[in-house]
Each structure stands twice: as C-alpha cells, then as structure tokens.
C-alpha cells in the first residue's frame, strides 16, 4: 500500500512499538522524505514540527530506533514501525514516552540482558558462570527449579510459588539461549500449535 501523505497535509502519524515487547514507544509524524530516509537507512527519521526539519531518532543521544517491520493502516494514512531502541526511548530518560506498565514485559528485557552476558562475558555474572559449566548443568538446573516450582505451588506461600517461577523461567531462559533458540521461537510454536487446534 501507498502512502497517503497528500490527505493529510504531508504529514502522517507514526506509532513506534518494540518489536519484542510490543510496548508502543512514542509516536511522531513523517512526510514523504522522512519515510523515505527511514526506509534507506534502516533507522527511524521524523519530520520534528517544532524543528521544521527531518530528525534522526538518537542523532544527539545515540539512543537510536532500528527498523524490524512496518505497517500501513487501512485508510493509508498512518504508519506502524516495530523496532529496536537502543537504550530509552524518552527524552525524560524513560524508556517509553507512555506511562505504560513494562513490569509485564520486563522478560524480554531480561532475554536481552542474557544475550548481552553472552556476547560480553564478565567474570562476576552469574549467566557467565553457569554457562562455564555447560549444557548439563545448565539443563540440570531447569530441572530444579522445576521442581522446586511444583513443590513451592503444593505446599508453599504464593510468595514461594512466585520466586520459584521466576527462578525456573530464568533458568530456561538461560538454556534457550545456550540451544541457540529464543522466546520467539516458543511463542511461534505455540502460535503453531493453537492454529492447528481451530
């Protein structure tokens, strides 16, 4: 679909959403030549009102949005942008310029987090050290804490229960990453599954 930049002035609303988290970032506007340069280069370039001029999202902090997908809405005249920021988003410092509740997501955070322990290893972190012990271990562990989330969700608190469950679903997450696989990958599996099931 074609953009209708001429029904609305030349400019155009675009929403930016994580594309992991789906959390919606900020929203800004376009015209033609700023969706152009953001198509070329693969970073998300607005037209700033208050500037007059195009604007590169982090060209004075650095704090950029890569450009994974993007989305025309049905009357072609707003813009969807799934992305990748690079530290927060907000010039407040937030991460998002919404007041939105991130809690829910934070496990995509913290998949990125892992991934970064394993690109740039530190003696101190903990996903380094189990990672040193391998695979077995690391499997071993998920094997634990699940365990030990049964046990904690038939005869603990649910304050028990909870800790359990974060310590498994970090652990798993660990043992994803060391079988090079991701959240994506269960989420299309279980997408796949439900398909099947209609």
């Not at 609305?8 to 959403?17: A, D, M, R, S």
């Not at 991460?95 to 991130?102: A, D, I, L, Q």
Request: charged residues 30%.
């Amino acid at each position: 679909m074609k953009i209708n930049f001429d029904k609305t002035e030349g400019l155009v609303p675009v929403i930016i959403q994580d594309s992991k988290t789906l959390e919606v970032l900020m929203l800004g506007y376009m015209n033609q030549e700023a969706w152009d340069k953001t198509q070329a280069e693969g970073k998300v370039t607005f037209f700033s009102r208050s500037k007059n001029r195009l604007w590169t999202k982090g060209e004075e902090s650095g704090n950029f949005l890569y450009v994974e997908d993007t989305h025309i809405d049905c009357d072609n005249d707003t813009i969807l942008i799934k992305g990748t920021p690079v530290g927060p988003t907000c010039h407040t410092g937030s991460r998002s310029c919404f007041k939105t509740n991130y809690n829910q997501n934070f496990i995509f955070e913290l998949e990125k987090i892992i991934t970064d322990r394993y690109d740039n290893p530190a003696e101190e972190s903990y996903v380094n050290k189990l990672r040193k012990k391998g695979l077995n271990k690391i499997a071993q562990k998920v094997g634990e804490e699940g365990v030990e989330t049964v046990i904690a969700a038939l005869a603990e608190t649910d304050e028990d229960f909870v800790n359990e469950s974060s310590d498994l679903m970090f652990h798993l997450l660990v043992l994803l990453k060391e079988k090079g696989k991701s959240l994506a990958d269960i989420g299309i599996n279980l997408e796949g599954r439900h398909i099947k099931k209609l």
